[in-house]
T-cell receptor, first 113, second 113 residues
Framework: DAKTTQPPSMDCAEGRAANLPCNHSTISGNEYVYWYRQIHSQGPQYIIHGLKNNETNEMASLIITEDRKSSTLILPHATLRDTAVYYCIVRVDPQQAGTALIFGKGTTLSVSS | NAGVTQTPKFRILKIGQSMTLQCTQDMNHNYMYWYRQDPGMGLKLIYYSVGAGITDKGEVPNGYNVSRSTTEDFPLRLELAAPSQTSVYFC????????????FGQGTRLTVV
């Protein structure tokens, strides 16, 4: 699986958009980008994933650059409950490789009022 | 929906003791995983399974054993507990298909003294 690089921490004001970057410059053509978050002491929670098109769901938007070497997770209106560690993970289609999610250190997002 | 259930939630072990961490899921997922998370660190993959009867090592398998006799259950065995195994253990499951939304349990906090 490709490696990812994320900033260790970020701050965001409540109500503003939180933009969390992730670099994955060695990503392969069949590797997806996944985002998870972990709220203090809880198990990680799936947020969103994509291959090359931008994606949006009820939680967030995922913007992937055209060369797929980086991506940005956008929380459009951050709340205090979005304070968590956010993990960007790159991995192949599991039906091809059967490998598991490998977590890095992630970005600690602190949302303040 | 029960999802992924882990037992126990907390446990204190003495050095050299053995124990089994239980994990069960009711979503009929083929893929199951065990992770450990040390304080202030990301999750490390211990073992994973792609189906009943099939298991494979992750990043940090030493000191642990697993079995997968049914789709629902994926117990993690610690044979000779050591202080280095003090950690929070998370079990997870997923369909293994392209979406790969993994569902995590609430964790087992293990202290070895």
């Amino acid at each position: 699986d490709a490696k990812t690089t994320q900033p260790p921490s970020m701050d965001c004001a409540e109500g503003r958009a939180a933009n969390l970057p992730c670099n994955h410059s060695t990503i392969s053509g069949n590797e997806y980008v996944y985002w998870y978050r972990q709220i203090h002491s809880q198990g990680p929670q799936y947020i969103i994933h994509g291959l090359k098109n931008n994606e949006t769901n009820e939680m967030a938007s995922l913007i992937i650059t055209e060369d797929r070497k980086s991506s940005t997770l956008i929380l459009p209106h951050a709340t205090l409950r979005d304070t968590a560690v956010y993990y960007c993970i790159v991995r192949v289609d599991p039906q091809q490789a059967g490998t598991a999610l490998i977590f890095g250190k992630g970005t600690t997002l602190s949302v303040s009022s | 929906n029960a999802g992924v259930t882990q037992t126990p939630k907390f446990r204190i072990l003495k050095i050299g003791q053995s124990m089994t961490l239980q994990c069960t899921q009711d979503m009929n997922h083929n893929y199951m995983y065990w992770y450990r998370q040390d304080p202030g660190m990301g999750l490390k993959l211990i073992y994973y399974s792609v189906g009943a009867g099939i298991t494979d090592k992750g990043e940090v398998p030493n000191g642990y054993n697993v079995s997968r006799s049914t789709t629902e259950d994926f117990p993690l065995r610690l044979e000779l507990a050591a202080p280095s195994q003090t950690s929070v253990y998370f079990c997870a499951s997923s369909t293994g298909r392209a979406k790969l939304e993994a569902f995590f349990g609430q964790g087992t906090r293990l202290t070895v003294v």
